[in-house]
């Protein structure tokens, strides 16, 4: 199974800009397959959903009124 690293898709909402929860979902599943997990520093085997409400959690992605957007910048390791 392929583990993406959680950078990737916060690169990714970088790039497409805010999204509602749900078409952000979808269009990550289009992008990086239905079945892939994703891995952080801390965190593996992922299922979409749970990286998303790690990364909120975190703080390094935000809900908005225009929806989820990157609110840092991934770390470079």
Same mark, same amino acid.
């Given at each position: 199974?392929?583990?993406?690293?959680?950078?990737?898709?916060? =690169?990714?909402?970088?790039? *497409?800009?805010?999204?509602?929860?749900?078409?952000?979902?979808?269009?990550?599943?289009?992008?990086?397959?239905?079945?892939?997990?994703?891995?952080?520093?801390?965190?593996?085997?992922? *299922?979409?959903?749970?990286?998303?409400?790690?990364?909120?959690?975190?703080?390094?992605?935000?809900?908005?009124?225009?929806?989820?957007?990157?609110?840092? =910048?991934?770390? *470079?390791?």
């Amino acid at each position: 199974m392929q583990s993406t690293h959680g950078h990737e898709l916060m =690169e990714w909402l970088g790039r *497409t800009g805010p999204l509602p929860r749900e078409t952000l979902l979808a269009r990550a599943e289009e992008t990086f397959g239905t079945d892939c997990r994703f891995h952080t520093c801390s965190q593996q085997d992922l *299922t979409s959903v749970q990286l998303l409400d790690f990364l909120l959690e975190k703080g390094k992605v935000a809900q908005g009124e225009d929806g989820i957007r990157l609110a840092m =910048e991934p770390c *470079t390791h």
